[in-house]
């Protein structure tokens, strides 16, 4: 399997991510432990999860997919094969985002514990904070990093000013920088990403780690009107996909996934993988037949002409 240098944090990561955002949700332990049994036997090396995962799942109280990582690490004996990463400062509870250094050393230690490890891979700032400065945020990682309990940190949802302003308070002030960005970018939610916040990433060697690769499942062409909405958990989150660009994106995907007998899903994620700038799209799996899915994505190459017809489909 290709593996990808992730910015300068010194990890090599395969093109694709595995999302634990499912397990204890729509994918319990036995589930998740098979997702992941399959997913690293094909030389997949990455998890990405977060210690809010799956608060939002009635009776949890979040932490579930941390602790189902930790118990299948624990049970594979495996936790030098594989890279966590994992992220802080969602509300859990404490009524609002922190990335205050209290709540950073707290939560880290939670974290830990679930996960059954000494140290967490990446640590990521999952949204920004406007109540706490940059070098509060960055000096309580500082500490974390000089512990050995994180490797390196990175941060999710910030736009360019903002992460711009965060590399240079950590130039100024001698503190760890973001070294990966974890932003939303898929085929039609390009906007964010592609222009300004790309081009600082790769001018900075920002790894880049992204999110909802498949526009909340819109992309696997299983949702094509409202009456297909119904059709998992997350269906209510697609109907803002449903306009005239959205059809055009899955024609598009129709028309180069037929080209290669493979499903639109796998086009899609095949597309960013292939994007300048892109280390590696996240995507997450409740079945075997999914897992399998990812792993065509990952090995699927795209032509220039196939890249170029799903460009201009999604073009803004």
Not at 57 to 76: A, Q
């Amino acid at each position: 399997m290709e593996k990808r240098r992730l910015g300068r944090t010194g990890l090599a990561i395969a093109p694709l991510v595995l999302g634990g955002n499912v397990f204890g949700w729509t994918a319990d332990e036995k589930t998740s432990f098979d997702l992941l049994d399959r997913f690293f036997d094909a030389g997949f090396n990455a998890i990405d999860t977060a210690d809010a995962y799956s608060r939002w799942v009635p009776g949890n109280k979040g932490g579930e997919s941390e602790t189902i990582i930790g118990n299948w690490m624990k049970s594979r004996k495996n936790r030098d094969r594989v890279i966590v990463i994992t992220k802080v400062g969602s509300d859990m509870g404490q009524g609002k985002k922190d990335l205050s250094a209290t709540w950073i050393e707290k939560e880290s230690e939670a974290s830990l514990k679930r996960l059954q490890t000494d140290v967490i891979d990446l640590y990521l700032s999952h949204w920004p904070d406007p109540t706490v400065p940059y070098d509060e945020t960055l000096g309580a990682y500082q500490k974390l990093i000089e512990q050995g309990k994180i490797r390196s940190i990175g941060a999710s949802n910030l736009d360019a000013s903002q992460l711009e302003t965060a590399l240079k308070v950590a130039s100024q002030k001698s503190l760890p920088r973001y070294e990966v960005l974890q932003p939303e970018y898929n085929l039609y939610d390009r906007s964010s990403f592609d222009g300004p916040l790309r081009d600082l990433c790769v001018r900075e060697e920002l790894g880049v780690i992204s999110y909802y690769g498949l526009a909340k499942g819109f992309l696997s062409g299983k949702y094509r009107s409202k009456a297909d909405l119904g059709k998992s958990p997350r269906g209510g989150g697609v109907e803002q996909y449903l306009d005239q660009r959205g059809f055009r994106i899955l024609k598009a995907l129709d028309a180069v996934s037929g080209r290669h007998s493979a499903k639109p899903a796998e086009v899609a994620l095949a597309w960013i993988i292939a994007r300048p700038g892109v280390t590696a799209p996240i995507a997450s799996a409740t079945s075997l037949p999914q897992v399998e899915s990812l792993i065509r994505a990952a090995e699927l190459k795209l032509s220039a002409a196939d890249i170029a017809e799903l460009d201009a489909a999604s073009a803004l």
